[in-house]
């Protein structure tokens, strides 16, 4: 019975098997009415002013822009007649240093050279800056009013003298940039620590303060209570000692008590010592290399720093903190509770943060918040910040803007037959004074 079933089904596939002449395809139906079919897609608009491109890729045409835009910014330099600003203003500042920057100054644009600027800040420059610098082929920086105000803050801080002609303003020692997104205080506090150095001051920059509680190994120290992070301690010491080395060797340790041991970064405990002695002939550059010689020591090490900068009388000292708002909320690191559950913890937990988060005392300090940190809104009294620290940064004033929008068309990002004054003001009201939406939108100004 089964054999006869098989041969009547192989016999039935035989006879009708198909072939290719069985096949019929409707003639309506064509390669070009696919979905799929590689026809012809609408280009992509060009809002770059200097070409059009033609039968070249949406890339393509932008590094090809990029490079007629240099070649063309190249020969602007010859015609100084273009560095006009609003009101027949010159565009660039004459200062040669932060400095000799005055009330003349505001409103135009200062020139740096990047070499300098990555020798000044040699943590890094704030993105802030560097897309600035990118999107206008020049690095230059608008002078600003609020800028201005919060370098001769300082400057009454170190010179009393100075008060008299400050209009009863009262020096503040501890300041926190507070301010919409994308206002500038990154970059003003760049500006800050560049000149403060050019002053020839001692300054701690952490221009990321985030990856304070962020990435890395994470212990609770039994003897401390806190957590350490071994490896940005080591990151903190090895940028604060690539600007300041030569101010640090000068400057003798003035705290000789032993400072103790923690986990090393993968190592676990070091075997046979607790604490570090620290010799009466150190100074702090040999403070220093203690932290960096010993990924033991580096949670201690940056915890002592924190209080022989406090003692430091000789020079000036600052401490300036950007992302200074991610030390107010939880880091991503989590201590497990029970099996299925861990308790987050609070970057004032962390060592290192701990040392240096609080504004109450007596040395100069700075922070800014950053808004591109996704933190969220803090409350107006902070714990550990004096009730008048806070300082808001404001977005660009309509002056400003003018002298943003001219330097644009200076730059070549704005057609120069669409720039009137009636479109820069929309761009700037459609913004609302915001300096990375004005950036954005001037290439659209038609």
Known sequence: MLRSILR??????????????????????????RTFSTGTHPKKPNFRPDIKPENVGAKGAETLNKDVRARALKEDEKDKSLDIGPDGRSLFTSATSISQLNKKDICTYMKFRREELESVLPEGLPMGMLKEFGDSMRDALLIRQSFLDLRDNFRRVVDPTLQTNAKGLKARKQVVLDGPVSCGKSIALAMLVHWARDEGWLVLYVPKGREWSHGGFFYKNPKTGLWDTPVQAANVLQDFLKYNKDHLQK??????????????????WMKGADVVQIPEDYTLLDLVQVGLNSTHAAVGVVVRLREELSLVKDIPVLIAV??????????????????RSCRPIHARE?????????????????????????????????????????????????????????????????????????????????????????????????
Not at 8 to 33: E, F, L
Not at 251 to 262: A, M, Q, S
């Open 8 to 33: 009547t089904a192989a016999t039935a596939a035989k006879s009708h098997s198909t072939t290719a002449s069985d096949i019929r395809i409707p003639a309506t139906i064509s390669a070009s009415s």
């Open 322 to 339: 950007d992302q200074y708002n991610s030390w107010f909320t939880f880091s991503e690191y989590e201590e497990p509770v029970t099996v």
């Open 350 to 446: 962390l060592a290192t943060v701990n040392a240096f988060r609080s504004m109450i005392h007596d040395n100069m300090m700075v922070g800014a918040f950053s808004h591109s940190t996704a933190v969220g809104k803090l409350r107006k009294d902070l714990p550990d910040v004096p009730a008048d620290a806070r300082a808001n940064f404001p977005r660009y004033s309509v002056d400003e803007a003018a002298a943003v929008c001219h330097y644009y068309l200076r730059q070549r990002l704005i057609q120069r037959e669409a720039f009137t004054e009636e479109s820069w003001k929309k761009i700037y009201y459609l913004s609302n004074g915001n300096g990375t939406e004005m950036r954005w939108l001037v290439p659209f100004m038609r």
């Open 251 to 268: 400057l003798p340790c003035k705290i000789f008590e032993p400072i103790l041991l923690g986990e090393g970064a993968g190592v676990g």
